[in-house]
């Protein structure tokens, strides 16, 4: 027999996916529902970055993987529509993101009042926050942002993105280092050039299993919290209820988490509303 609350969540859920399956049949073109047939119109144009492991990243042969690269795809398969992505920077978003007709940007980008200038957000898949990362030989040197706020500290950041504005607002005393490739970066810390990365905590979480020098540092109490979102192509309420209706069925049945888990470990769940 299934408790109360276990049937409760499959009420849910079975509502959740027939509202998806009623928006995406309206959402489908007809053109699209005949394989074969699929004008460069019904592309989704999906704008990332594609340097943010364990979101986004490029898998060596000119694609992405990642958390938010197999949501995106899910939801592709879903409505029969190609996907078409496209390479942005964190520091040109937010003026890429139109000129270059953006449908979804995705690779964990926060829900931050700047960007609901130049795009609409879909709801929240996950939530995180701010962590040092840090070698394992420094202990918890720079386990507090009074720590890490001194003039002999050595500070890295990517540039254009909430790292760096975060640095910049937190850490005015100490030196600060923009970099320019985010791939590179945490080899700067693990040979020692540098001291600490504050970044989310999930990617510290996932780059530090393949830079065993490196540990986060309190990533169950971050600095912060904020929502991870997908940035939507504004004023298009039909792409906006089927990413969300989408995300809600996969947040609902464990998708979501079960993506975090193959990514950074068998953690707690990150997703959450």
């Given amino acids: 027999m299934l408790g109360q609350h276990t049937r409760a969540r499959l009420r849910r859920i079975t509502a959740l996916v027939a509202g998806w399956t009623a928006v995406a049949a309206v959402a489908i073109p007809a053109a699209a529902q ?32 990642g958390i938010d690269i197999e949501l995106i795809r899910g939801f592709a398969d879903v409505l029969h529509r190609p996907i078409r992505f496209i390479p942005v920077t964190w520091a040109t978003l937010a003026t890429d993101f139109a000129p270059q007709q953006c449908d979804v940007a995705v690779g ?29 030989t420094s202990g918890a040197d720079y386990a507090t942002i009074a720590q890490i706020n001194q003039p002999g500290v050595r500070v890295i950041a990517n540039r254009g993105g909430t790292n760096e504005s975060f640095a910049r607002k937190n850490f005015p005393d100490a030196q600060l280092t923009l970099w320019n490739d985010n791939l590179t970066l945490f080899d700067e810390i693990d040979q020692g050039r540098v001291d600490v990365f504050v ?32 940035l939507l192509k504004k004023n298009d309420p039909v792409l906006a209820t089927t990413v969300n209706a989408w995300l ?8 979501v988490d079960r993506s975090f888990a193959r990514w950074i470990g068998g953690d707690a769940p990150i997703s959450g509303n």
């Avoid at 394989?35 to 979101?55: H, I, K, M, Q």
């Avoid at 020098?213 to 997908?230: T, W, Y």
């Fill in 248 to 255: 809600a069925t996969q947040l609902a049945t464990g998708a």
């Fill in 34 to 65: 005949e394989p074969g047939r699929l004008p460069a119109a019904d592309e989704l144009r999906v704008c990332t970055p594609g340097d943010y492991p364990p979101y986004s990243v490029g898998d060596g042969a000119g694609g992405y993987v």
């Fill in 108 to 136: 964990g980008i926060s829900d931050l009042p700047a960007r609901r200038g130049f795009s609409d957000f879909s709801i929240s898949y996950g939530i995180d926050g701010k962590a040092p990362i840090t070698r394992r």
């Fill in 199 to 230: 970044t989310d905590s999930v990617e510290g979480r996932y780059r530090v299993r393949s830079h065993p020098g490196l540990q986060v540092l309190h990533p169950e109490r971050p600095f912060d919290s904020f929502q991870k979102v997908f």
